[in-house]
């Protein structure tokens, strides 16, 4: 038990995992007086945490653990904490934003930040914006905000809009919530799009602050989304609406270069996606559900892709390229290096040649249809037959051998 604390990593960390292996939970009682009254912080950081593994962090122990005097344990014991966010036995001490708002520690303002956004609720993402807001230096407090909240930045969005309080609060209010529109804009929602340029049209004109702040979250991306306009059933009656308030001309026509639709002037016919079929439509539906659950963990669930691990499939040639080539990669699995969208990736992608051709078919109409893409649907019959000329090959594509496909 000593051990914990010991000077050497190695030691402690031995010692913690020894413990949790055993699993004997005799040892709790000691190992709670050595969370809460152990003379090192590096040893009551690891009680803590060993007495996580053992299923025994209570929550007396946690309250008093997250008033400790070390940054580490704060930090430890937020983590931990985090089952106690929500229900009955909730720890009223996560809700105190302004009490972490005003921590000395910008591990544990992070660390905070990070587990408020476990609780998932409309309140709680509001006090994590107004801790962000308070450090706007501190970058990487927005990225564990923008996170955490992954498809709940309209509702957060709006709820700050409505709050009179928030308006005052500059530069900090205005950097999360352009960071909120840089969001929606990302996702290439219709609807998300239209509803924020709503939101920004009614901006009151003496707040220019607050109106460029959202119309420069749209700005951020425009040279990447106007290469793949968004497409709107029609003109977003909040963009028209702006061209009377007292925005930027060119942020307004940056704006209008990333929306498309029906009838605007300039905008050719075959650009526009054409409907699809019944059956079409049943791929793609099908192909949301199965792309969230088997490729969204590497390729991530806005098809940007994981740095180092998986490439982009926004703007993908292999994607929105030949069938051919698209479905054998998916049916037996790609080998590095191979360039998408401008950039190298030297990992290995496996084959998913287990799928059936059906959900094949639905995975890649998806992404072939998602994100602004506007590439035909893949035909069951097309995977089939894909699938019977190259049955005889037992390993993964190079770019190479990809590429004298025809």
């Known amino acids: 038990m000593k051990h914990l604390s010991h000077p050497n990593s190695w030691w402690r960390e031995t010692a913690q995992q020894l ?33 996580s593994g053992l299923e025994s962090a209570d929550r007396a122990t946690l309250e008093k653990a997250l008033r400790d005097t070390s940054p580490l344990v704060r930090a430890a014991a937020l983590r931990i904490s985090e089952p106690f966010i929500q229900g009955t036995d909730r720890i009223e001490l996560l809700s105190d934003f302004k009490h972490w708002r005003d921590d000395p520690s910008a591990e544990v303002r992070l660390q905070w930040v990070l587990s408020a956004g476990e609780a998932k609720t409309p309140e709680m993402d509001k006090k994590i914006a107004e801790v962000v807001r308070w450090h706007p230096q501190q970058n990487l407090l927005q990225d564990a ?16 809009l409505q709050d009179v309080a928030w308006a005052a609060r500059e530069p900090g209010a205005n950097v999360v919530l ?10 290439r929602d219709p609807e998300q799009i239209n509803r924020v340029l709503d939101l920004a049209a009614r901006v009151a004109f003496f707040e220019k602050a607050r109106l460029d702040a959202l119309l420069e979250g749209f700005a951020t991306d425009v040279m990447q989304v106007s290469k793949r306009p968004i497409v709107v059933a029609k003109e977003p009656e909040g ?34 996606p054409k409907a699809f079929t019944p059956e079409e439509q049943a791929l793609f539906d099908n192909g949301k559900t199965l792309y969230t659950g088997i490729c969204a963990a590497c390729h991530q669930a806005d098809g940007r892709g994981f740095e180092g691990l998986a490439p982009q499939l926004v703007d993908s040639e292999w994607v929105q390229g030949m069938p051919e080539r698209l479905v054998r990669i998916v049916l037996h699995g790609a080998r590095g290096p191979i360039r998408v969208a401008g950039k190298t990736f030297v990992g290995d992608m496996p084959g998913l040649g287990v799928l059936s051709d059906h959900d094949i078919a639905s995975i890649l109409t998806y992404t072939r249809h998602e994100w602004g893409h506007t590439a035909s649907p893949i035909t069951v019959e097309q995977v089939k037959q894909i699938r019977a000329d190259s049955s005889a090959r037992k390993d993964a594509w190079s770019q190479e051998e990809l590429m004298l496909i025809k």
């Open 19 to 51: 413990l949790v292996e055993k699993g004997d939970k005799t040892v709790v009682p000691a190992l709670r007086e050595i969370a809460l009254k152990g003379k090192v912080a590096t040893g009551r950081a690891h009680a803590l945490w060993t007495l």
């Open 178 to 187: 352009n960071g909120l529109v840089r969001g929606l804009v990302a996702a």
């Open 239 to 272: 963009l028209a609406a702006l061209r009377k308030t007292t925005a930027s001309p060119t942020t307004l026509a940056q704006i209008d270069s990333m929306v498309i639709w029906k009838g605007k002037k300039g905008v050719r016919p075959d650009v526009l």
């Open 145 to 160: 905000l923008y996170s955490g909240i992954a498809g709940r930045e309209l509702v957060l969005l709006e709820t700050l």
